[in-house]
Antibody, heavy 119, light 109 residues
Framework: QVQLQQWGAGLLKPSETLSLTCAVY????????WSWIRQPPGKGLEWIGK???????NYNPSLKSRVSISVDTSKNQFSLKLTSVTAADTAVYYC?????????????WGQGTMVTVSS | SYVLTQPPSVSVAPGQTASITCGGD??????VHWYQQRSGQAPVLVVY???DRPSGIPERFSGSNSGNTATLTISRVEAGDEADYYC????????????FGTGTKVTVL
């Protein structure tokens, strides 16, 4: 049973950098896209970006200038960095596995991390 | 980027059928996925590729897709089905390929 376990700082000040990591347990790391998705309080889901096993990434154009996703294949982990955060970045952040063979469905999700940006 | 529109809310009595729509331009030409998100929890995939169910998802959840509307149908609704539901498509030709719908709150009366 594949599981995603995520962690990172939950309280940031404006202008700081958000940093989250997601570990993949009990499953293959290759053959999938590894993604980050966020959900502001009371709102819908927003795709942030994704990365492949080989390190090829792409990002939501609205966040592209501030976001970076990296992968550590030796640890089966991938990470998110979002720079210059503001209150608008307050959200629950999820990592998720995208399955290309299922036309891009996200079949496994992490437990979520609430990130609050406040001075 | 591609836009997916859902009704904000749907109400249904226990035992009845709930239908949740997802509108998009020629969405029938795309594969649509559906997620259930109970309060305070991470989303769960309930239907992928329009009408397939992942292992462990009850047959009460079904999907269809044609023209400009995709539909998630929940038969014999139970109290535990009360949740937010999101549709999603994967547009590989776009610079914003992963698109979610606006979400629908299903209330079991």
């Amino acid at each position: 049973q594949v599981q995603l376990q995520q962690w990172g700082a939950g309280l940031l000040k404006p202008s700081e950098t958000l940093s989250l990591t997601c570990a993949v347990y009990s499953g293959s790391f290759s053959g999938y896209y590894w993604s980050w998705i966020r959900q502001p309080p009371g709102k819908g889901l927003e795709w942030i970006g994704k990365i492949t096993y080989s390190g090829s990434a792409n990002y939501n154009p609205s966040l592209k200038s501030r976001v970076s996703i990296s992968v550590d294949t030796s640890k089966n982990q991938f990470s998110l960095k979002l720079t210059s955060v503001t209150a608008a970045d307050t959200a629950v952040y999820y990592c998720a596995r995208l399955v290309p063979a299922w036309s891009g469905a996200f079949d496994i999700w992490g437990q979520g991390t609430m990130v609050t940006v406040s001075s | 980027s591609y836009v997916l529109t859902q009704p904000p809310s749907v109400s249904v009595a226990p035992g009845q059928t709930a239908s949740i729509t997802c509108g998009g331009d020629n969405i029938g030409n795309r594969s649509v996925h559906w997620y259930q998100q109970r309060s305070g929890q991470a989303p769960v995939l309930v239907v992928y590729d329009d009408s397939d169910r992942p292992s462990g998802i009850p047959e009460r959840f079904s999907g269809s897709n044609s023209g400009n509307t995709a539909t998630l149908t929940i038969s014999r609704v139970e109290a535990g089905d009360e949740a937010d539901y999101y549709c999603q498509v994967w547009d590989t030709t776009s610079d914003h390929p992963e698109v979610f719908g606006t979400g629908t709150k299903v209330t079991v009366l």
